[in-house]
Structures are given as structure tokens and as C-alpha cells.
């Protein structure tokens, strides 16, 4: 093989891998966002039209084989929902779960799908560098690519990760923002207003049966459509106004927003709640019964309840019971809010052990007591009957149990509670006196409470008690603390024979209200109803769902007929006015008519009128538009790495971002020292008087302005010049620094000199500056040298001097003076030169000191203002002066040459931006015109 050959392969491999490494990387971004776009958008065929044309070509460049035959798409879409959370059967939304589940199955699936692709591109690298499909090894130069290929992969690998990771970063970040501004604008004041609601309606809320007793901070509520129980319909991560159960249906997310429609129970026992348990305007007030086995509490409980409910009826109220729970009430109809009333009534083997009395979660929640105590079971009352007495009692049933005995292991549990959860109210009721009546006619308790419930009465049945051998029980319940009434119940209930005894003296139902802490009264303004019997039930029946429904589109429809008579009795000049102004209400009728429509299927399924809204099995709403949201962070964050670094490049970023990156990154490829560049100081500009250009003689045809660069002429010539050497000067009018001068001559030179003025003295080069030939093309020629000062000075003028010799001809075609300024900001003076311009070019801050206009003999500049110290990136600062031409107006009106300085300072380093012009008169400077009669004409800026 000749050798020429194998650099040729090596190029070839060299191209090839420049093409499949990058074509792989395309391949795994193209890879990546068809995954993610599957996941969060839509499902993607990988052999899709146009797609799959520029996709198979690919693969083969990327040495990842053709595209796989299925036409499957690359992943199932997200909305693998089964059927709501474990924890609760309802969707959360989207931000709160399934936003992270779904991104981590994107990137779990895009992982595996980038290591069968490197896979493949290893196995493809194999085949076309190595060895052929056939079993031939290639050449050596060819399979030198392999290792080159597998040394770059990882690369592409890198690159690509960083910039997924970076498109995670952004999406993530916008995930986080809408997560914050949903949180704080959203479900904050809706779940501050669910916490309001729940705390004015429901605190105080507990199980009305007796089993349970538990306070009921949020119940459980039943979904209408499925039947499911949700323990947490309130502003959360399943929604913030409604919760999507997982058959669909919509339910609202809290009482306050229309929860209160929905069944309900016990979170504790799961028992049903009545309606307006916990759903009350009022605290629920709860009376626990305490008495031992067979001392009649539950007699006590059901002639209570009777007679507060003829009492509340008399004064225009309502106590209602709840057909759920047979221990709740609810007093409505009376002054101030609804009350629920909840008595609860244990079984009198509840208080005979202390262990029973400590597992009555009653107690600990009750707002008052009713400690009912039978007299026949005083230790006192037994001794003092004789054999007959106890023979007439023998029929009524006795408690075995000493009441004081109930009374201390009731008041053992009270005592562990805070003093701000101990009942207050605690009244004290004796029952049997009709069977001590009739035995004992001595010691009758019944006869100190003829008046009624009194502070006598009271006082009287207290005292009979502590008689009666009930002091210790009497003194016990007093040192408890609270108000304590004591009261007879006068009916005594008959085992055997079921009749009750007289009337009671003592009205339990008013005890029974103000043990429970009700205050009753009639509402302002009302009349008191005469208590009438009531009338014969009427069962009335409801109307059904599509009853409701077609009676709405009746009315719907005769609306629109309405509207259309009034319409066409309107006299004609005034039809069209009303014609616009029922337009509004004719769209909002067919808008409802359309909605009913609508909803007509689903109204028809369910008899009580439950419309689910037909999104059985759908995802919740702005889930779509949730997606679309992360794809196109994910997207942009893709698109942000390139976009940011030409962004960089192009010095459009502002300094602070990202660190300082774009500051740190401007100083580095634009230095304040490479910013210095070369100016010529000498060039022509039209319309400028300096610099100034003078000849001791000149040809004619020629003139001492034609060398200086931006001139049109050819050449300066000395061509019959009567002089044995000539002088060519160029005035700058303002000391310039300088350090080098290049001039060009037409054909060879014979004999010249180079010398410039440093104040009123020519001065010649110093010793050391270097001289050399420009001409490249003919060396040793000298039509072309530099002078280059060995180190730079301030001059007003540059002179060339040219010796004649053997009658040559001194023609000069070109001289340039060099000076140094900083391109790092532009200067631009204004048309009257009192105000300069100062633009930074740079992305980052600069510290710019503004030195005044250096301005000839005579002129003057006055300060107009404070110099700006500093210049922002890309921005631009103005310093201004006023301009005050000399008096004698023949000097004004000859003008001359100004120059602007700026110093730039940065990290310890100053370089100075000139500007220099030419002050030219523009008319007559006469005494009414002295401050216009000049303008400014920019020449080395």
C-alpha cells in the first residue's frame, strides 16, 4: 500500500468520527425529548412521516442500527391513574404527586433507553472500524477509530447529561414555582377558609353514640355516586376546592364550599352522624348521666328530654331528634344559633368498676353531669326500714351499688382534666321518692320540693340528703368545684305493672338544658305559637332528577318567550336599542339551555339528582395544562445552555447573573489591556482644519495634505523646488502621544529625516528607537519605513525633512502617526462640543474618570454638571461643559483643535480613550452669536 494512502484513511476516519459522534449525541437528545414528550404530551410513533425519514438516516450515522419495526409509541401516556390514592380514594392534583411521579418515570425510562442505545453504538462502532458483517478485520489505520470512537463517547454522554440535567433543573424550578404560587394564592386562603368555617360550625364536634363518644374534628364523608369514604375532603393535595373521586364524581372540598350536602360518619366508629352534627352554628353541648345498676338514669333521660321538649315547644322552638343517633338532639328556633344536644346515657354497669369508668371517653368531653342517685340504695335509707317497709319496696328494683361510690370514680376521672375541660354544671337527682313517700312519711324529700325547682327547693333536698346519710356524697360533689343543683325526680317507674308515678314537682327538662349549658329564650320580634296538636303526617312526594331537570327547561324556555313578546310590542324606533340590550340575556339562555342539555345523561342515572359530570376514570382539570407546562420548561431548558452561551458570547446577559459568570467571562476575553489599539493621528478628515499640514514648497499638482491618509490625492512632490531641502510639518495644534510614525515614499529615497516638537524645542529620535522596512515585497528598497520611539512622547508636531541630492525628487505618498487609545468605550462629542458621549462596549461596569476637553489658547470649559464615575455594561454616560470662545472673535472664528480623555480603571490598571476634532467656525461669530457661531467635527474617535 503506498504510504500517501494511510494519511488520506486517517483523514477519512477522522471525518467519520466527527460525524457519528455527534450524530449520536442528536440521536439521545432526539431520544430524550420523544420520551418526555410521550410521558407529559402524547404518545410518539417512532415511524411517524418526515420523522422517520430524518430519524432512520441518523441511527446509521450514529452507528445505533435502523429504528426499531414497531410502530408502538415510545411510551404509554401519563395517565395511569388505577383508581385514586391507597390512603384515599380520590385523585390528588397533579402539582402534589403526580407531577414528581411523573417526571421520575420519564427519566427512569429515558435511562434505560440511552443504554440500549450506547449498546448499540458500541456493537455498530465494532462493525465499522474493526471488523466487517462478513468476519474481515478492516485496516489497521481504520480500526485505529474504534478506540477514537469509545474515548468520545463518554463525551457525548457527558454533554448530553448535563443537558438534561439542566433541563430538569429549569423544570424542576418551574415545578417549584407553580407548587409556591398555588400554595400561597390559591390553596392558603381556601384552606384558611375551610380552618374558619370548620372552627366556628364544628369545634366541639363529637359522636353522638354512645359507644364511641369521639370528638369529630373532620368526618368522613361518602362519596353520592360509588359510595366511598373520604377521611380527608378538605383544602389539600387532592384539590383545593374540589377532590375527584376515583369513579369520577367531584365533591366539594370542604362544608364551607358545599360538603354538607354529602353523608357523613364517625372517622372513629364509622357510624353514620346526624345532618347537623358537627354542622351546627353553636358548640355541640354534650350531658353525660351517671347512676349505678337499677338506679333509673334512663327514666331520668327520657322524662327529661320530654319535658325540655314541651318547654322549648312553649317558647316557639324546636327539639328535634336525629333519626342516626337516639342520643342526639337539636334545639332549633330559638333565640341565637342551633344547638346540637347530645345526652348521653352509659349503662349503669359502666360505673360499678374504675376501670369501665376510665374507658367512658364521655365524661372527658361533657359540659355538664347528671348524677342520678337512688335513695333507696343509701346505706342510711336501708338500715332505718323495718321488715314491713322492706316487704313494700320489695317489688321496686334497688341499686346494689352505694352512690357515692359512682360519684367518687366519676369525680376520680374529672379530676385528671385540665380545669378548662371539667363540666361546670352538675346537678344531683333523686329518684324513687314516691316508694320513700309511701314507707317512710317521715322522711319524705318530695315534700321540700312542692314549689318546683327553687333555691328553697334545692336547699331543702340537699339538706334532706346529707340527713339521709349523703353528706359525704354531698360535700364530695361541692368540693369538685362548679354550680350544683339538686332536684327529685316525682315519678317512679313501675317494673311490673309499667305505670308511671304523679307528675314531678321538679321540671327535669329545665335542669336537663341548664346542665347542658342551653340558654332558652324566644327570638325578638316574634309572637309566642299557641301550642296546637299536630296535624295528620302528609307524605309528599319529591320530585326526581329528570323532574327537576325538564321543569328547569320548561322554565328556560318560557323565559326566551318572554323575552321575545316584550321584544315585538316594542314600538319600531326602539326595537333596536332593546334588541342590543336583550342580546345578553337571549346567549345566557341558550348557554343554559345548553348545560342542561348537558347534564340530561347524567341526571338520568341517579334518582337523587347527583350529576357527576361524566368524568368517570378522567384526570382532574389543568392536568393537561400542567403537562404542557413541565414539557416546555424541559424543552426551554434544553434550549437554555446554547441559548445562554451565545447569549454570553454575544455579551447580552446582564454581569450579575449567574454568579458574575458574564462579568468573570468578559474580563477574560475582553482585558482592559488588550483593549488599547492603534489610532493615526494624522489622518484627513473633510471639513477639519487640524491637524494642520504645511510644506516649505510644493509641486504643483500636489499639496501637503495629500499624504496624510483619507486624502484623495496621490502624492505630496517637491518636484522643481528651488530649495536644497524641504520641510513637511503636520500641526496637531495639542500634545499628542505618540509612539510610532510609518511613512511611504514614491520610488527610492534619497535622504530624509524624521524629527517632531516636544514643546517649543524639535527634538530628533532618541538613541534605540527601532527603524525597519515595511515593504515585504522588495526589501532593501526603503520606499516603506517605520519608526518605532523606544518610548512614547507627548509632541505638537511631526516634521519630515527631505534633502535633494543628484537632482532626485522627494515624493511622499503616505505618513502615519500612531497613537494608543482604548476601543473599550466609544467617544462621541455633541455638534457644540459640550457634551461627550461615553458608551461602554464592554458587559460588565467600568470606573471611567472624564478629564475636560483640552481646548486651544483662549478657549475655555466651564464645567456644566457632575462627571459620571462609572459606566454600566452597554451602557452609555454624558459629561457636559460649556464651551466659551476666546474674545477676540478673529481667534474664535479660526476655531482649532480640541481633544477628550477618559480614563478607564480596573483592577488595578488605567488606560485612557481619546477623542480628538476640530473646532470649526459655521458663520460669522458676531456679538449676539458667540456661544453658536462653532461646531465640532469628530476626527480620530
Known amino acids: 500500500m503506498p504510504l500517501f494512502i494511510l494519511p488520506a484513511q486517517a483523514i477519512a476516519v477522522a471525518v467519520a468520527l466527527g460525524l457519528n459522534l455527534p450524530a449520536l449525541f442528536l440521536v439521545l437528545m432526539g431520544r430524550h425529548v420523544a420520551i418526555l414528550w410521550a410521558v407529559l404530551g402524547r404518545p410518539v410513533s417512532v415511524r411517524t412521516g418526515a420523522l422517520s425519514a430524518l430519524g432512520a438516516p441518523l441511527r446509521r450515522l450514529a452507528l445505533t442500527g435502523p429504528p426499531p419495526s414497531a410502530t408502538s409509541p415510545v411510551s404509554a401516556p401519563g395517565?395511569?391513574?388505577?383508581?385514586?390514592?391507597?390512603?384515599?380514594?380520590?385523585?390528588?392534583?397533579?402539582?402534589?404527586?403526580?407531577?414528581?411521579?411523573?417526571?421520575?418515570?420519564?427519566?427512569?425510562?429515558?435511562?434505560?433507553?440511552?443504554?440500549?442505545?450506547?449498546?448499540?453504538?458500541?456493537?455498530?462502532?465494532?462493525?465499522?472500524?474493526?471488523?466487517?458483517?462478513?468476519?474481515?478485520?478492516?485496516?489497521?489505520?481504520?480500526?485505529?477509530?474504534?478506540?477514537?470512537?469509545?474515548?468520545?463517547?463518554?463525551?457525548?454522554?457527558?454533554?448530553?447529561?448535563?443537558?438534561?440535567?439542566?433541563?430538569?433543573?429549569?423544570?424542576?424550578?418551574?415545578?417549584?414555582?407553580?407548587?409556591?404560587?398555588?400554595?400561597?394564592?390559591?390553596?392558603?386562603?381556601?384552606?384558611?377558609?375551610?380552618?374558619?368555617?370548620?372552627?366556628?360550625?364544628?369545634?366541639?364536634?363529637?359522636?353522638?353514640?354512645?359507644?364511641?363518644?369521639?370528638?369529630?374534628?373532620?368526618?368522613?364523608?361518602?362519596?353520592?355516586?360509588?359510595?366511598?369514604?373520604?377521611?380527608?375532603?378538605?383544602?389539600?393535595?387532592?384539590?383545593?376546592?374540589?377532590?375527584?373521586?376515583?369513579?369520577?364524581?367531584?365533591?366539594?372540598?370542604?362544608?364551607?364550599?358545599?360538603?354538607?350536602?354529602?353523608?357523613?360518619?364517625?372517622?372513629?366508629?364509622?357510624?353514620?352522624?346526624?345532618?347537623?352534627?358537627?354542622?351546627?352554628?353553636?358548640?355541640?353541648?354534650?350531658?353525660?348521666?351517671?347512676?349505678?345498676?337499677?338506679?333509673?338514669?334512663?327514666?331520668?333521660?327520657?322524662?327529661?328530654?320530654?319535658?325540655?321538649?314541651?318547654?322549648?315547644?312553649?317558647?316557639?322552638?324546636?327539639?328535634?331528634?336525629?333519626?342516626?343517633?337516639?342520643?342526639?338532639?337539636?334545639?332549633?328556633?330559638?333565640?341565637?344559633?342551633?344547638?346540637?344536644?347530645?345526652?348521653?346515657?352509659?349503662?349503669?354497669?359502666?360505673?360499678?368498676?374504675?376501670?369501665?369508668?376510665?374507658?367512658?371517653?364521655?365524661?372527658?368531653?361533657?359540659?355538664?353531669?347528671?348524677?342520678?342517685?337512688?335513695?333507696?340504695?343509701?346505706?342510711?335509707?336501708?338500715?332505718?326500714?323495718?321488715?314491713?317497709?322492706?316487704?313494700?319496696?320489695?317489688?321496686?328494683?334497688?341499686?346494689?351499688?352505694?352512690?357515692?361510690?359512682?360519684?367518687?370514680?366519676?369525680?376520680?376521672?374529672?379530676?385528671?382534666?385540665?380545669?378548662?375541660?371539667?363540666?361546670?354544671?352538675?346537678?344531683?337527682?333523686?329518684?324513687?321518692?314516691?316508694?320513700?313517700?309511701?314507707?317512710?312519711?317521715?322522711?319524705?324529700?318530695?315534700?321540700?320540693?312542692?314549689?318546683?325547682?327553687?333555691?328553697?327547693?334545692?336547699?331543702?333536698?340537699?339538706?334532706?340528703?346529707?340527713?339521709?346519710?349523703?353528706?359525704?356524697?354531698?360535700?364530695?360533689?361541692e368540693r369538685f368545684g362548679g354550680r350544683v343543683r339538686y332536684a327529685v325526680a316525682g315519678t317512679d317507674g313501675d317494673p311490673e305493672t309499667g305505670t308511671a308515678g304523679e307528675a314531678t314537682a321538679a321540671p327535669l327538662g329545665e335542669l336537663l338544658l341548664w346542665a347542658a349549658g342551653v340558654r332558652i329564650a324566644p327570638r325578638r320580634g316574634l309572637r309566642r305559637p299557641a301550642v296546637r296538636p299536630a296535624p295528620r303526617a302528609t307524605v309528599r312526594r319529591g320530585r326526581t332528577a329528570a323532574e327537576r331537570l325538564a321543569l328547569r327547561q320548561r322554565r328556560a324556555r318560557a323565559a326566551e318567550r318572554r323575552w321575545q313578546r316584550m321584544r315585538h310590542a316594542v314600538p319600531g324606533a326602539a326595537r333596536r336599542p332593546l334588541a342590543a340590550l336583550l342580546a345578553a340575556g337571549e346567549r345566557r339562555s341558550r348557554a343554559r339551555r345548553t348545560l342542561l342539555e348537558g347534564a340530561r345523561h347524567s341526571a338520568l342515572r341517579r334518582a337523587d339528582g347527583w350529576v357527576p359530570g361524566g368524568r368517570e376514570g378522567a384526570p382532574a382539570g389543568g392536568t393537561a395544562t400542567a403537562r404542557g407546562g413541565l414539557l416546555t420548561a424541559h424543552l426551554a431548558g434544553l434550549l437554555a445552555v446554547p441559548l445562554a452561551m451565545a447569549l454570553l458570547i454575544a455579551g447580552a446577559l446582564p454581569p450579575t447573573w449567574f454568579f458574575g459568570l458574564p462579568a468573570a467571562y468578559d474580563t477574560w476575553r475582553r482585558p482592559l489591556a488588550d483593549s488599547v489599539r492603534d489610532v493615526d493621528v494624522a489622518a484627513y478628515t473633510p471639513g477639519a482644519d487640524w491637524p494642520l499640514a504645511l510644506a516649505t514648497y510644493s509641486a504643483p499638482g500636489s499639496s501637503p495634505e495629500m499624504p496624510r491618509d483619507g486624502h484623495d490625492g496621490d502624492v505630496w512632490s517637491t518636484e522643481g523646488s528651488p530649495n536644497e531641502q524641504d520641510q513637511w510639518v503636520l500641526h496637531f495644534g495639542t500634545p499628542v502621544r505618540i509612539h510610532r510614525i510609518d511613512e511611504q515614499w514614491a520610488g527610492a529615497l534619497t535622504a530624509a529625516t524624521v524629527d517632531y516638537r516636544i514643546g517649543s524645542r524639535w527634538v530628533s529620535p532618541p538613541r534605540g528607537s527601532w527603524k525597519f522596512d515595511l515593504d515585504e515585497d522588495h526589501p532593501g528598497r526603503l520606499d516603506k519605513e517605520s519608526l518605532v520611539l523606544k518610548r512614547p512622547v507627548e509632541v505638537s508636531a511631526v516634521r519630515v525633512w527631505v534633502i535633494h541630492t543628484r537632482g532626485r525628487t522627494a515624493r511622499l505618498r503616505g505618513l502615519r502617526v500612531w497613537s494608543r487609545s482604548s476601543s473599550i468605550v466609544r467617544l462621541r462629542p455633541s455638534a457644540d462640543g459640550g457634551r461627550l458621549t461615553v458608551r461602554n462596549t464592554a458587559a460588565r461596569e467600568l470606573a471611567v474618570d472624564v478629564r475636560p476637553p483640552v481646548l486651544p489658547t483662549g478657549w475655555r470649559a466651564v464645567p456644566a454638571g457632575r462627571a459620571p464615575r462609572t459606566v454600566g455594561p452597554h451602557g452609555t454616560v454624558g459629561a457636559r461643559w460649556t464651551i466659551v470662545p476666546p474674545e477676540d472673535r478673529s481667534v474664535a472664528r479660526r476655531g482649532g483643535p480640541v481633544a477628550y480623555a477618559v480614563r478607564i480603571t480596573e483592577d488595578g490598571r488605567t488606560v485612557t480613550a481619546w477623542c480628538r476634532g476640530a473646532l470649526a467656525a459655521s458663520g460669522k461669530n458676531t456679538a449676539k452669536a458667540t456661544d453658536t457661531g462653532y461646531r465640532v467635527v469628530p476626527t480620530t474617535c
Open 79 to 477: 395517565d395511569h391513574r388505577p383508581g385514586g390514592d391507597a390512603a384515599e380514594p380520590a385523585y390528588r392534583a397533579y402539582l402534589h404527586g403526580p407531577a414528581l411521579r411523573d417526571l421520575r418515570r420519564a427519566y427512569r425510562t429515558c435511562s434505560e433507553d440511552w443504554r440500549a442505545l450506547l449498546t448499540e453504538a458500541r456493537g455498530g462502532a465494532r462493525l465499522a472500524y474493526v471488523r466487517r458483517e462478513d468476519g474481515q478485520r478492516r485496516a489497521v489505520w481504520i480500526g485505529l477509530g474504534y478506540p477514537a470512537f469509545l474515548l468520545g463517547l463518554p463525551l457525548v454522554v457527558l454533554v448530553a447529561a448535563v443537558l438534561c440535567l439542566l433541563a430538569a433543573v429549569v423544570q424542576l424550578a418551574l415545578w417549584a414555582v407553580a407548587f409556591a404560587i398555588r400554595a400561597v394564592l390559591w390553596w392558603a386562603p381556601l384552606a384558611a377558609v375551610d380552618r374558619a368555617g370548620r372552627w366556628r360550625h364544628d369545634r366541639g364536634a363529637v359522636c353522638p353514640h354512645l359507644e364511641c363518644g369521639e370528638p369529630v374534628a373532620l368526618p368522613v364523608h361518602r362519596c353520592p355516586v360509588c359510595g366511598a369514604d373520604h377521611r380527608r375532603l378538605a383544602p389539600n393535595g387532592y384539590g383545593a376546592l374540589r377532590h375527584v373521586c376515583r369513579c369520577g364524581a367531584r365533591l366539594p372540598a370542604s362544608p364551607v364550599f358545599g360538603a354538607r350536602r354529602l353523608e357523613t360518619s364517625c372517622p372513629s366508629c364509622a357510624r353514620p352522624l346526624p345532618r347537623r352534627t358537627g354542622r351546627g352554628r353553636a358548640r355541640p353541648r354534650t350531658v353525660v348521666l351517671a347512676g349505678g345498676p337499677g338506679s333509673g338514669q334512663s327514666v331520668v333521660r327520657y322524662r327529661a328530654l320530654a319535658q325540655a321538649r314541651q318547654r322549648v315547644a312553649a317558647l316557639g322552638g324546636v327539639l328535634r331528634p336525629e333519626p342516626v343517633a337516639t342520643h342526639a338532639t337539636t334545639l332549633t328556633g330559638l333565640r341565637g344559633a342551633d344547638v346540637p344536644l347530645v345526652v348521653y346515657d352509659p349503662p349503669g354497669s359502666a360505673y360499678t368498676r374504675q376501670e369501665s369508668v376510665d374507658a367512658l371517653g364521655c365524661l372527658r368531653r361533657a359540659d355538664g353531669l347528671v348524677f342520678v342517685v337512688d335513695v333507696l340504695a343509701l346505706p342510711w335509707v336501708r338500715r332505718s326500714l323495718d321488715e314491713g317497709e322492706r316487704e313494700a319496696v320489695g317489688a321496686v328494683p334497688i341499686s346494689p351499688q352505694d352512690p357515692s361510690d359512682t360519684v367518687d370514680r366519676v369525680l376520680h376521672v374529672l379530676d385528671t382534666l385540665p380545669a378548662r375541660r371539667r363540666p361546670r354544671r352538675i346537678a344531683v337527682v333523686l329518684t324513687k321518692s314516691r316508694t320513700v313517700r309511701r314507707t317512710m312519711a317521715d322522711a319524705d324529700p318530695q315534700g321540700a320540693a312542692e314549689s318546683g325547682p327553687s333555691a328553697e327547693s334545692g336547699a331543702a333536698v340537699r339538706g334532706w340528703l346529707e340527713r339521709a346519710g349523703g353528706g359525704n356524697l354531698v360535700r364530695t360533689v
